[in-house]
Nanobody, 123 residues
């Protein structure tokens, strides 16, 4: 059974960089689309970015465009979210998620989720 294990996150200052990792176990990620979501306190979970198994990328969140970049290492079965110039409004719990084939902005269509990792940005 496919499982996603996240790492990275923590407390950073505004303007710094951070990289989140999402490692798969129990199966390969070749056909899956991997997306990153985040959920701030009191807010709904929102899609950030997604990459398919064919390396097609979809960026959903305008507020992070140009600062956050999704990537995947297929040999390592791992996806990443590179976060540059983070801001206090980026404070949230970040999740990775997998679904077959194509990307989707809808969280309900993802069948496998990472455990979530807290990112806190101080001003």
């Amino acid at each position: 059974q496919l499982q996603l294990v996240q790492s990275g996150g923590g407390l950073v200052q505004a303007g710094e960089s951070l990289r989140l990792s999402c490692a798969a176990s129990g199966g390969a990620l070749g056909w899956e689309a991997i997306a990153w979501f985040r959920q701030a306190p009191g807010k709904e979970r929102e899609a950030i970015s997604c990459m398919t198994g064919r390396r097609n990328t979809v960026n959903y969140l305008d507020s992070v465009k140009g600062r956050f970049t999704i990537s995947r290492d297929f040999a390592q079965n791992t996806a990443y979210l590179q976060m540059n110039n983070v801001q206090p409004e980026d404070t949230a719990v970040y999740f990775c998620a997998a679904r077959l084939y194509d990307c989707s902005q809808s969280m309900s269509t993802y069948s496998t989720w990472g455990q979530g990792t807290q990112v806190t940005v101080s001003s």
